[in-house]
């Protein structure tokens, strides 16, 4: 069971907050340890005498540790031997009320909490890189696709803005997953409390949570599982979305005249046997990236399903924990701002791409309707079969003969003109036509792309603001933590 449990926290290794003697379960342990001390001092629980004695050793055991190759351990109980060699039996006092069923609970919520924020900050800046491009692009026309094939035109900015839209929903389930993953397991012990008069709302505030676990069982026993499945499910949920929009990307690299690229050099890569060749490095390690994030949400899924409740299958030294999960999506952010800070438009490549096919014809149809009281189905049809003509012979629909446009209108009308001009055809046909004619809310037109802008910068600013003040929140703690800590060092 001992072996059992001191790998459940082995991988712990990896830290997520800044602190002051590393950045590893050890300290973590540390930062419970002296709150714990300061609790059970304040309580009665440990003599104050004892308390300045184990603060002492406390601080001991943490110089000790700081030095360099020297052991950290990541297991309590392999802690608890280099504070009692200091400072005496006694100091096991201190872990009165606990049992590494809280503690190690209480260190992955450490590690998560630093991890979701180090994540909220990586994904704020990959936002903030996708609307520095959108802004720039918001005018250059390109096209759009459904079931994999050119469909309507849109713009780069408003394209750009509905990956915005999905990111700022990510960073909302984020801020809502915050308000469950600060809460404080400790004090909990094994699963039902003690007798002894633990104080887990000041344990709590000790250690920057917003307040405890409410139930014992709860704390230590059921919540690792489904937090541990909300965390990584919300990195992967975000992955996802990454990943569409590298095969969005890579897509281009397909055509031999691409209309958006990375800048050469450390975003590309050469091949070894064939000169022609630029490998878009930065898109495809995203999208690997992508990858490994949605397959540590799986294998926690496969880790947590199916076994009984309080069994360490779900707490124990996973490949891909839920704070390294957090860890590798903050990374693929990073990656993904290497990306678009590396895109290359072209928009008159852009542009050509559009007019080269018949993706225009929808307005066709809506201004035979809106503007000569043409049915819709009527107007459609009609789009249609000049796609077929332009198609077979080979023609652009700028290139379509007006002539011929007329006699295909009569043959689908029965007969009718077309009550078009050459010049409002034309318009109509038009990709900045169709996007300037669009009048519904959210969609491509020059007012609603920079209306859409400005409330996508404000949400980001929000959230930044959001991040700035949690991570205000857990320094304030600590501070208040470590003052109350050295009391216990200097009073008599």
Not at 242 to 259: C, E, I, K, N, V
Not at 461 to 478: E, F, P, Q, Y
Request: overall charge neutral.
């Amino acid at each position: 069971m001992r072996r059992l449990l001191t790998s459940m926290v082995a991988v712990l290794a990896m830290g997520g907050g800044a602190r002051a003697d590393g950045d590893d379960a050890f300290a973590r342990i540390g930062e419970i340890n002296r709150a714990s001390l300061v609790m059970t001092v304040e309580t009665g629980i440990v003599p104050r005498a004892l308390g300045r004695t184990i603060a002492q050793a406390l601080d001991t055991v943490q110089a000790n540790a700081a030095k360099p190759h020297a052991s950290r351990p990541d297991d309590y109980l392999r802690i608890e031997p280099l504070i009692t060699a200091i400072a005496g039996p006694d100091a096991t006092r201190m872990h009165a009320g606990r049992s590494r069923q809280d503690i190690i609970p209480t260190v992955l919520k450490l590690e998560q909490r630093d991890r979701l924020l180090d994540f909220a900050a990586a994904l704020d800046d990959a936002r903030g890189s996708l609307l520095a491009v959108a802004e720039r692009e918001a005018a250059t026309v390109i096209p759009a696709y459904t079931n994999g094939v050119q469909a309507q035109p849109t713009t780069l900015g408003h394209y750009l803005l509905g990956y915005a839209a999905a990111m700022a929903r990510d960073a909302d389930r984020l801020h809502e997953a915050w308000a469950r993953v600060n809460r404080s397991p400790l004090g909990a012990a094994a699963l039902g409390t003690s007798s002894f008069p633990v104080d887990r709302m000041r344990l709590a505030a000790l250690l920057g949570f917003e307040a405890p676990v409410e139930n014992s069982y709860d704390a230590g026993q059921l919540a690792p599982m489904d937090l541990g499945l909300e965390l990584t499910g919300l990195a992967a949920n975000l992955a996802t979305t990454a990943g569409s929009f590298s095969q969005d990307l890579y897509a281009q690299y397909h055509q031999t005249r691409p209309w958006i690229l990375l800048r050469e050099g450390a975003l590309t890569g050469p091949s070894s046997i064939m000169p022609q060749k630029r490998n878009p490095v930065a898109i495809y390690t995203l999208r690997m990236k992508a990858s490994d994030v949605v397959g540590g949400a799986m294998a926690f899924t496969i880790m947590a399903h199916n076994v009984d409740s309080g069994m360490p299958d779900y707490k124990r030294n996973q490949m891909i924990p839920p704070a390294r999960t957090l860890a590798v999506a903050a990374e693929m952010c990073r990656r993904w701002v290497s990306v678009l800070d590396g895109l290359v438009v072209d928009r008159e490549r852009a542009a050509d791409e559009v007019a080269a096919d018949y993706s225009t014809t929808t307005e066709l149809a809506d201004t035979l309707q809106r503007e000569a009281d043409v049915p819709f189905r009527l107007g459609h049809h009609f789009a249609s079969e000049l796609v077929t003509y332009g198609r077979s012979h080979n023609l652009r629909p700028a290139d379509l003969p007006f002539d011929k446009v007329k006699r295909i209108y009569a043959e689908a009308a029965a007969g009718a003109g077309l009550p078009l001009s050459e010049a409002r055809f034309r318009e109509a046909l038009s990709a900045t036509g169709m996007i300037a004619a669009a009048k519904g809310f959210g969609g491509p037109q020059p007012a609603e792309v920079a209306r859409m802008l400005g409330v996508a910068k404000d949400k980001l600013a929000a959230d930044r603001a959001w991040l700035s003040a949690k991570r205000d929140g857990l320094a304030k703690a600590r501070a208040e933590l470590d003052a109350a800590f050295a009391g216990l060092s200097t009073t008599p």
